[in-house]
């Protein structure tokens, strides 16, 4: 089965979710078609499994960053944003179709987890200056810029982090005017 989720990444990543199929699938893993229907349904079948498989390399990044926010609340935001954005800039690395499988799958619950777990997030920062749906809303706010400017960040070197440091200097502000 990780072979399909190697082989889709791939696909996913050079054709994009809408365009690629499952027969391209099959091929860049060197298996039958029939044998990748024997694993998944379709290919938003294996999205979603690529996706989960994409949360799994994120946990520890999600457990440090909870930790932290745990330990020290508002004074966390530039640290702990600075170690998603690093974790999520690494993981599309390791994994480049990320991006692709993660605008196919927006309307996917796997979107709603994101926003509420940043939501929580900013609750644990700072519990009683803004209501649940104004957190959701920075949540989504800040999900979607993190997403869009990570997309276009330089693939290596010094100006790949200073892209991401560019995404701290925009997001922290905009977080510490509307959790502090």
């Not at 791939?10 to 078609?33: D, P």
């Amino acid at each position: 089965m990780q072979s399909i989720l190697d082989a889709a990444d791939t696909v996913f990543h050079e054709h994009g979710v809408g365009s690629a199929t499952t027969t391209m699938i099959a091929k860049e893993a060197g298996l039958s078609i029939g044998a990748l229907y024997r694993f998944f349904d379709d290919k938003t079948a294996i999205a979603v499994a690529l996706a989960d498989s994409f949360a799994e390399l994120l946990a520890d990044t999600v457990v440090a960053v909870e930790m932290l926010i745990a330990e020290k609340g508002t004074e966390a935001i530039a640290e702990s944003l600075a170690m998603v954005v690093d974790g999520i800039a690494d993981l599309a690395k390791k994994r480049p179709g990320y991006f692709e499988v993660m605008r196919h799958l927006r309307d996917h619950q796997l979107r709603e987890i994101q926003i509420e777990m940043l939501a929580r997030w900013f609750t644990m920062m700072s519990p009683r200056t803004v209501d649940l749906a104004a957190r959701r809303r920075i949540a989504l706010t800040v999900s979607e810029v993190t997403r869009a400017l990570l997309e276009r960040a330089p693939a290596k070197g010094k100006a790949r982090q200073d892209h991401l440091d560019e995404i701290g200097k925009l997001l922290v502000p905009y977080l510490e005017l509307h959790l502090s």
